[in-house]
């Protein structure tokens, strides 16, 4: 569909120009030099590029026509690109599935001048040899412009499909604009090569080849010059992005720190216990951790730093154990936890600006593994001590059978943040455990503040299947079980005391379950339920996505599709352990995440963040009132340039206040971003 411009910011569709059962694979527009005339290249399936002119068709209107097709792949074109050469003759590229790039140049020729191209026997000894031309003609505003075009190189080099094939951008001069004749390319072969003529003998060779070697991308899907082409970029099928430019000198590419993040649905995210990290699990498969560096001058600027897992099933939701330790779920019935190894620990504080010795002596900290690995055709990262590493000078050799190399873990000291293929096989953190005993796909995971007991629960459609169990963090022992929801617990919330567990479910109820005291017979379960709702008491009338409780745990929070949040009264607090609503109010739409901060404002105002299904994302401040009066405030109501423009899955107050006044906020949504904000508590 080609669409005109109007002059209005607004655009019309023009033209429909069909394929038949093919389809076309990549486009690209240029603009005859000193003329307003627009031709248009199609690379299809067919082999052929496609060459389209507007021109004068019978009628008032002007339409694209198809002039010539150009021959030669062999395969798939994947990819073409124009450009305007300083003489004024027209550059065309195109590469494809045959692994080849072909150059065209298309050249103005005088209307009923034939250049006749002789053949060599003709030639005379001071004559040059042409290549074969193929004209073609048509008529634009009833003048007639004819070209002749003609194969001026074909390129070799790539070893696999070329997915893009790029232009260097014109470089402004002072009196008009140079087109350097540079080309990049980039492969399945996971490199990126650019080309230029010899300026001797104007043949087109290999300039500059990068790229990258190991890990597990399927390569690289399209590259690009930067406007003043010292630098390129790529992005591959992870989803990142790889970066190189000129050093200082001009003469050595090196690779460069550029951003990184989920490439799907961002399903949960969790700060660590100190607030100095998130870390987020995706359907990517991927869990990545973001933090602060201060490897520029000091200046703090987020980056992915590790990717801790890097998993064969979609990730769903994870809980931070303590700093150094965490468990996921995914889409499947068993929940893996993950220790940091200390060669991560070393990188953290070295990118992060803390003091290595302190964090080393800290117990979550002690008896670390070297890093991590993954074995061939395996889903579990396997701890590598010191001991362990293969030397530099040994080259290992696999065993026959072995169809697919183990990716081994290599030491570094970093003193920027990771490049992508860093990330995939340098920075994976250890499996220590697997946790079997649900039935169907893990849901949600919760964490109490000690860090020494974790509540799961899964997928599921009858009371059977709905329980949570709780497990001991040190031994990973099966403590209990817990029973009171008919359908899957969409999310679970530890007191801040860690007495209380709180669960939210589908089938639109909450419970409450209390810690044993000492004073309990010790064949009692750990925690025993101590109050909830059900069909017949159950206030939300849709699903509860969310829940939180408040900073001094005397009351909690449950959030639900009927766009209503909820403030209860602690059962614990309340007389016989039942209770009714404290506090409502309604939302615009949906609520999917709420969150309270740990620390309270004047006046004990609760801080409280609300995520919506429509992607934006509400500060309210909450006080209980004597009176029943409503004690909800709103703040700010953030829009979707600030927020998300898809479903917020949650959000996360940082545990921790930045210059004890900035209360930093995590969010997570299905448009695939992390997201994060910062307010000043002092001025709420």
């Known amino acids: 569909m080609i669409w005109k411009d109007l002059g209005t910011n ?4 023009l033209q429909s120009i069909s394929f038949g059962s093919g389809f076309v694979l990549d486009i690209s527009l240029v603009c005859l030099p000193s003329e307003e005339v627009p031709l248009l290249a199609c690379g299809c399936d067919d082999h052929k590029v496609h060459i389209y002119a507007l021109q004068d068709d019978f009628k008032i209107f002007q339409t694209f026509s198809k002039v010539i097709s150009l021959q030669g792949h062999e395969d798939w074109v994947r990819a073409v690109d124009f450009c305007v050469e300083d003489g004024g003759d027209i550059m065309l590229a195109s590469a494809g599935q045959d692994y080849l790039i072909r150059i065209w140049r298309l050249s103005s020729r005088q209307a009923g001048i034939d250049d006749v191209i002789k053949s060599v026997k003709q030639l005379s000894i001071d004559e040059e040899i042409k290549m074969r031309e193929n004209t073609f003609s048509f008529t634009h505003k009833e003048k007639k412009h004819m070209f002749a075009v003609r194969l001026e190189s074909v390129l070799s080099g790539h070893e696999n499909w070329i997915y893009s094939i790029r232009w260097q951008l014109p470089v402004v001069m002072e009196t008009s604009n140079h087109q350097p004749m540079r080309l990049l390319s980039a492969s399945m072969d996971k490199t990126m090569i650019t080309w230029m003529p010899d300026l001797d003998s104007g043949v087109w060779i290999e300039q500059m080849r990068v790229g990258e070697v190991g890990g597990n991308t399927l390569g690289l899907y399209g590259g690009m010059f930067a406007p003043d082409g010292r630098s390129i970029i790529a992005h591959g099928y992870q989803g990142a992005f790889h970066q190189w430019s000129l050093d200082e000198g001009g003469k050595q590419w090196r690779p460069v720190v550029t951003g990184s993040g989920h490439f799907d649905e961002v399903e949960d995210l969790s700060w660590d216990t100190g607030g100095q990290f998130v870390l987020s699990v995706s359907k990517d498969q991927t869990t990545r951790l973001h933090a602060p560096t201060t490897y520029k001058q000091g200046k703090e600027i987020w980056y992915e730093i590790a990717r801790p897992q890097v998993h064969g099933y979609d990730l769903q939701c994870l809980a931070v154990i303590n700093r150094y330790k ?51 055709l395996g889903l579990s990262n396997k701890a590598v001590f010191t001991g362990e590493r293969v ?153 509860i996505w969310s829940c939180v409780w408040s900073p001094n745990d005397e009351h909690f929070f449950t959030a639900s599709r009927d766009k209503k949040i909820i403030v209860w009264q602690n059962p614990g607090l309340c007389e016989g352990g039942d209770c009714q609503p404290v506090d409502s109010v309604t939302l615009p739409d949906s609520v999917t995440a709420i969150d309270v901060s740990s620390y309270l404002l004047t006046d004990n105002r609760h801080l409280l963040a609300a995520g919506l299904d429509n992607g934006r994302i509400t500060l309210y401040t909450w006080k209980h009132t004597a009176d029943k009066s409503s004690g909800w405030v709103l703040l700010a109501e953030l829009d979707q340039r600030q927020s998300h423009h898809l479903t917020v899955k949650r959000i996360r107050f940082s545990p921790q206040l930045r210059d004890k006044k900035i209360q930093e906020i995590a969010s997570c949504s299905l448009d695939h971003c992390v997201k994060l904000y910062r307010t000043d508590i002092t001025k709420l």
């Not at 600006?353 to 670390?368: F, I, M, S, V, Y």
């Not at 299947?465 to 209990?480: K, R, S």
């Not at 810690?515 to 379960?525: F, L």
């Open 326 to 376: 965490f468990a996921s779920g995914a889409d499947e019935k068993v929940i893996r936890a993950f220790e940091a190894p200390r060669n991560f620990i070393e990188n953290f504080c070295s990118l992060c600006g803390k003091e290595l010795k302190t964090e080393l002596q800290k117990e979550e900290a002690q008896n670390r593994p070297e890093g991590a690995s993954v074995p061939a």
């Open 10 to 13: 607004e655009f019309s569709p």
């Open 391 to 543: 030397p530099d000078d040994k080259e290992l050799q696999p065993h026959p059978n072995d169809q697919y190399p183990e990716v081994y873990f290599t030491p570094m000291t970093l003193t920027e943040p990771p490049t992508e293929e860093q990330l995939l096989q340098n920075t994976l953190w250890p499996e220590t455990q697997k946790l079997y005993g649900h039935g169907y796909e893990i849901f949600s995971l919760a964490c109490d503040p000690s860090g020494k007991v974790l509540a799961s629960a899964c997928k599921a459609a009858k009371a059977d299947f709905a329980g949570i169990i709780l497990w001991d963090t040190v031994d990973w022992t099966q403590l209990c079980s817990l029973h009171s929801h008919t359908l899957t617990v969409t999310q679970m919330a530890f007191s801040h005391n860690g007495n209380f567990l709180l669960s939210v479910s589908r089938d639109r109820t909450w419970a409450v379950y209390r810690k044993k005291t000492a004073d309990q017979p010790e064949s009692d379960p750990l925690f025993s339920k101590l109050s909830g709702t059900d069909k017949k008491t159950a206030v939300h009338t849709r699903i």
